[in-house]
């Protein structure tokens, strides 16, 4: 089964919300608590690069088995982005510990992004491409014009044509996501971060056409996770 339809699987048994762990002390244990106490109400983990960096490829695969063992997918969310040797011995290994899907920046160009896809559609793992950003600054790249359009749209592009599995596309930008689901219907999944701390509404946002939303600090803060993750959703 590839990564789009295992994710879409998930979220029918638990819900449209990704955990975001982005603020966790980067332990095993930290990792997995957390999953554990939330994972009725979310599909898939991401993991930041500096939650990855301090721990060993063993303990990756420890917290990997974790997630899977609840029917969970997980997210390397490294915004991979180098030459193409280096993005495919990259993806290896994320793979290799456990992985199911990358997220990935465009900026390495089409041909290399569609190397990334073929590559991680041959082992049914997927690829989660960067289109606008939540940050406050996301409209200061992502917007900027490329010829006669915004980056945003040619990164759509892009990603349409490498057959990407999702695009990142901030809730705290509503009009983008409803322009870029115009665009796509139902040939990617649109996951939006940005909901909660940041000022997004995933309640606007999947409004707007979101599949997923990304969700960390507002759950992980939360002295009751359950009721937040439910609260969000309402």
Avoid at 2 to 24: C, K, Q
Avoid at 103 to 123: E, F, K
Avoid at 171 to 196: M, N, Q
Avoid at 203 to 217: E, H, L, P
Wanted: aromatic residues 6%; charged residues 20%; proline residues 3%.
């Amino acid at each position: 089964m590839l990564f789009r339809d295992r994710l879409a699987e998930s979220a029918r048994g638990h819900g449209p919300i990704i955990l975001a762990t982005d603020i966790l002390n980067g332990t095993v244990q930290s990792v997995v608590r957390s999953v554990d106490n939330l994972q009725a109400h979310i599909c898939a983990v991401k993991m930041n690069f500096h939650i990855l960096l301090p721990l060993g490829i063993d303990e990756i695969r420890e917290i990997i088995d974790a997630v899977h063992a609840w029917g969970l997918q997980c997210i390397a969310d490294i915004k991979l982005n180098d030459i193409n040797n280096t993005n495919l011995v990259t993806s290896n290994i994320l793979y290799g510990a456990g992985f199911d899907a990358i997220i990935v920046n465009p900026i390495m160009g089409p041909d290399a992004l569609s190397a990334l896809v073929r590559a991680a559609h041959s082992t049914n793992n997927g690829i989660i491409s960067l289109c606008h950003m939540s940050s406050a600054e996301g409209a200061v790249s992502y917007e900027m014009r490329a010829g006669h359009k915004p980056v945003y749209e040619k990164f759509l592009e892009w990603g349409l044509k490498a057959r990407v599995d999702g695009i990142i596309v901030g809730a705290t930008f509503p009009d983008i996501i409803h322009d870029c689901k115009r665009k796509v219907r139902d040939r990617l999944d649109i996951l939006s971060p940005g909901v909660g701390a940041q000022g997004g509404s995933a309640k606007i946002s999947f409004a707007s056409g979101t599949d997923y939303i990304i969700v960390g600090r507002t759950l992980l803060n939360s002295e009751n996770p359950s009721e937040t993750a439910v609260s969000i959703l309402s």
